[in-house]
């Protein structure tokens, strides 16, 4: 079964201490991966797509890397307004199977600490 | 450029009551996917419409309904409200292609929180 598992739950960092979060997956193909901020009461903004291992994305402190089975979403020197809830989602492809859904993560809570 | 809304925001319904969830999508966009979130957990996929079609439905049961206006926009539609319909409900668009599957990124509007009492 798909399945997308992301780790860890919750992290607490200083401001300024840099770490990364992890989303391993499981699909017979992956068709493209997307990272999503969501705060609290809102809806998930759109933070990056991979679509191929070795593909690398970045956007001001964060930076999304893809592998075969997991991707890492590095988190440079951050700010309290970082604090959020990040999910991952795959969107399973193959010529046997390719979907539209997303199937999402549970995401992991950040909370950074001035 | 306005983003994916939704309305209303909030809502409260009884058991076994209908209703009914509101959704434009992002200009320049023509498909709209709605998902369900429930508390501390990521969202599941509920269907997806293209061209006024459902075009890929995930697995909910059949009280879960929905249609495309020519404009794009959308309307979920749920019949016989159950306690666990509670949850907040999430539109998001992207754009399509003529083929049937598309990986271009889905926006989300900030959804609708239904309360089932």
């Known amino acids: 079964e798909d399945q997308v598992t992301q780790s860890p739950e919750a992290l607490r960092l200083q401001e300024g201490e840099s770490s990364s979060l992890n989303c391993s997956y499981t699909v017979s193909g992956l068709r493209g991966l997307f990272w999503y901020r969501q705060d609290p009461g809102k809806g998930p903004e759109f933070l990056f797509t991979?679509?191929?291992a070795g593909e690398e994305k970045e956007k001001e402190r964060l930076k999304a890397t893809l592998t075969k089975k997991e991707s890492f979403l590095h988190i440079t020197a951050p700010k309290p307004e970082d604090s959020a809830t990040y999910l991952c989602a795959v969107q399973e492809g193959n010529y046997g199977g390719a979907t539209n859904k997303l199937i999402f993560g549970t995401g992991t809570l950040l909370a950074v600490q001035p | 450029d306005a983003g994916v809304t939704q309305s209303p925001t909030h809502l409260i319904k009884t058991r076994g009551q209908q209703v009914t969830l509101r959704c434009s999508p992002k200009s320049g966009h023509d498909t709209v996917s709605w998902y369900q979130q429930a508390l501390g957990q990521g969202p599941q996929f509920i269907f997806q419409y293209y061209e006024e079609e459902e075009r890929q439905r995930g697995n909910f049961p059949d009280r879960f309904s929905g249609h495309q206006f020519p404009n794009y926009s959308s309307e979920l539609n749920v019949n016989a409200l159950l306690l666990g319909d509670s949850a907040l409900y999430l539109c998001a668009s992207s754009l399509g292609s003529t083929g049937w599957v598309s990986n271009q990124p889905q926006h989300f509007g900030d959804g609708t929180r239904l309360s089932i009492l």
């Open positions: 991979l679509y191929s």
